[in-house]
């Protein structure tokens, strides 16, 4: 059973452009969270997604950020017009079908998004 | 929302001596409790948890304490390895949303 997979690992963009970030969950899972990393600091929660929906979005900063979990295919993250700020790597995790999140979140590697 | 708390943010102890991280959190409604560990440049992975109904759970050299009312969990290794070196994350769960600490960096040395 494949785990969490996320691409790509790295990503480099210059200040304006966009970023891209990809994440398929666990076979059977069907939550997705997003969180961002910065040195030195914990796992900020960002998004919250099943399927076709968006569950809670309240750690995403209300301009440039956006994410989706389709019915087909991976969820993205979507950084528009990217800022140094950016840089951090992006978790993505996700979590078996239930209303509310009774056990462990699986990680992915991450994707380190460094903007130049 | 959850606020949680985490001490020390730098742990530093020989091999073999015991390592303790501690975590306070804010709402009351929160009922699970994982631990993460976090190897350089790796994933969070899952070591140990605890849920709201219990005071405390065990796991070969490593132990995690609950305490509802004073709303803290603490972390404990016992007999440290170097391989036990890595950043360590608690994480508070109340409504479907983990909120995790800032993070322990514990180094274990030879």
């Known amino acids: 059973n494949a785990g969490v997979m996320q691409n790509p690992r790295h990503l480099v963009r210059r200040r304006g452009q966009e970023a891209r970030l990809r994440c398929s969950p666990m076979?059977?899972?069907?939550?997705v969270y997003w969180y961002r990393q910065l040195p030195e600091e914990g796992l900020k929660f960002m998004v919250y997604?099943?399927?076709?929906?968006?569950?809670?979005e309240s750690g995403m900063p209300k301009e440039r950020f956006s994410a989706e979990f389709p019915k087909e295919g991976p969820s993205i993250l979507r950084i528009q017009q990217v800022v140094r700020g950016d840089s951090a790597a992006y978790f993505c995790a996700s979590s078996p079908p239930g209303g509310e999140v009774t056990g462990e979140l699986f990680f992915g590697e991450g994707s380190r998004l460094t903007v130049l | 929302g959850e606020n949680v708390e985490q001490h020390p943010s730098t742990l530093s102890v020989q091999e073999g001596d015991s390592a303790v991280i501690k975590c306070t959190y804010s709402d009351s409604a929160s009922n699970y409790f994982p631990w993460y560990k976090q190897e350089l440049g790796k994933r969070p992975q899952l070591i140990i948890d605890?849920?709201?109904?219990?005071g405390e759970k065990k796991d070969q050299r490593i132990a995690v304490t609950l305490n509802k009312t004073a709303k803290h969990f603490s972390l404990h290794i016992t007999e440290t390895q170097p391989e036990d070196s890595a950043v360590y994350f608690c994480?508070?769960?109340?409504?479907?949303?983990?909120?995790f600490g800032r993070g322990t960096s514990l180094i274990v040395h030879p």
């Open positions: 994480a508070a769960t109340g409504s479907y949303i983990p909120t």
């Open positions: 997604l099943q399927k076709e929906n968006i569950i809670d």
């Open positions: 605890i849920r709201s109904n219990v």
């Open positions: 076979k059977g899972h069907s939550h």
